[in-house]
């Protein structure tokens, strides 16, 4: 029997996130969480004040749809000071519910049904939906391991008239990589060419390690007026569950932007935005110490996953490690992974979810060392018995 009771085509066509089910099942094997990019420790002390002043004084009611006055201040001011750049708060800012939000408004404001979307891959799992819910087709882009670079000539002929957007995620999620200044200038130069408009995904822009420069496209030549700027509280300051993200980018693609926030979700939760204020005021000794305490963690993690076998590449920026499993014989990730959350007790994202093509990560495994130096001591302690306890045929195991 016919109805007309059913799901949308659209919503067919992505599954749920592999993360957040890597994350439950961690929980339910109480297995070290090292899936879900998320910090296990405490978000500045000065920014949770101001996040309990804000809620004491009764900032309760919905702020200013594309941002509270303040926030957008003390925003362009940092990107000024970071950058170079001058932003106008009126006109080229939108503050959303996370830059997730940001992101998916970003595409339904700027895409059109059939356009194309240019996407690196791996890539933070999102970029995938987002262009199915704006009606994109997605062009992907392989960055190839170890060092994560792209082939020109590839990146070269993903570009033609359908292209209307390109999406760079710098310092990169699941990789680490930190896109070089050469390699932005060669994207530009594309977009440049094609008329295209580059979408950047910077939340990570603080977090970099053994000097590795972060290039911000809109400072590049001819950029600006080309450029959404996306970033966030999330990661610099610790606060993934506050949802507070941004954009910046010239006025006519805002004012498109902010339309579709506002029908989205109106605005983001009005005392935070009192906080993120105070987070973007931060000396930046902050944002120093920041980089230094990760790179203590990435340190101390990535000699461990190397002595488990884990062949791991370490990151240029971004807290997440990209390992290689063929060593230990399993059929793919997801079989692996189960197992590790079961057997060992730690919990990773398994590749295939950052690849349009499952196969092209089905040996691959993403941890991340957003955590405590105690959560990846017992981690460690963990993963040291792993080649002892691998199942005696790996290749014979199914998902499940
Ligand atoms: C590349 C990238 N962009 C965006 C996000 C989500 O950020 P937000 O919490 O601001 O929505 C993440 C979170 O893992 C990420 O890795």
Redesign the pocket.
């Known amino acids: 029997m016919s109805t007309r009771v059913r799901v949308s085509q659209k919503s067919l066509r992505f599954t749920e996130s592999v993360i957040r089910e890597m994350t439950r099942l961690a929980n339910q094997h109480n297995a070290i969480n090292l899936s879900q990019?998320f910090p296990d420790f405490p978000a500045p002390e000065a920014i949770k004040a101001e996040a309990a002043r804000a809620v004491m004084a009764d900032v309760n009611q919905y702020a200013i749809t594309w941002g509270a006055k303040r926030l957008r201040d003390a925003l362009v001011a940092k990107q000024q000071h970071f950058t170079g750049l001058s932003f106008d708060p009126e006109r080229e800012v939108a503050v959303c519910c996370?830059?997730?939000?940001c992101?998916a408004s970003v595409m339904l404001a700027l895409v059109d049904p059939g356009d194309e979307v240019i996407v690196f891959e791996p890539y933070?799992e999102?970029y995938g939906p987002d262009a199915i819910l704006s009606g994109a087709v997605p062009r992907f882009v392989r960055l190839n391991a170890p060092d994560w670079s792209y082939d020109p000539a590839v990146l070269e002929a993903a570009f033609n008239d359908k292209t209307r957007l390109i999406v760079v995620?710098t310092p990169?999620?699941p990789t680490g990589k930190v896109f070089t200044r050469a390699e932005m200038e060669h994207i530009a130069a594309l977009c440049r060419k094609w008329d295209v408009i580059c979408v950047t995904?910077e939340?990570?822009e603080h977090i970099l390690y053994d000097g590795a420069e972060h290039v911000s496209m809109a400072a590049l030549d001819g950029m600006r007026e080309r450029t959404v700027t996306v970033s966030?509280?999330?990661?610099t300051w610790s606060v993934?569950g506050w949802?507070i993200?941004w954009c910046l980018a010239p006025p006519d693609l805002t004012n498109a932007i902010r339309k579709v926030h506002d029908f989205l979700t109106v605005g983001a939760p009005a005392p935070l935005q009192e906080a993120a204020a105070v987070a973007l005021a931060m000396p930046d000794a902050y944002y120093t110490e920041l980089a230094a305490k990760y790179r203590e963690r990435r340190e101390f993690l990535v000699p461990i996953l190397e002595q488990a076998g884990f062949h791991p590449i370490a990151p240029k920026g971004?807290y997440y490690v990209m390992t290689d499993l063929s060593d230990f014989g399993f059929p793919d990730d997801v079989t692996f992974s189960r197992w590790l959350i079961r057997e060992i007790g730690v919990a990773g994202v398994p590749g295939s979810s950052f690849y349009a093509d499952p196969a092209a990560g089905s040996q691959r495994l993403r941890f991340h060392f957003a955590r405590k130096r105690e959560t990846l001591e017992a981690a460690a302690e963990r993963l040291q018995s792993l080649r002892s306890r691998l199942p005696a045929r790996p290749e014979s195991l199914t998902r499940g």
């Open positions: 990019g996370g830059s997730t939000e992101m933070y999102n995620n990169n999620n995904d939340i990570y966030g509280l999330s990661k993934t949802r993200g971004a």
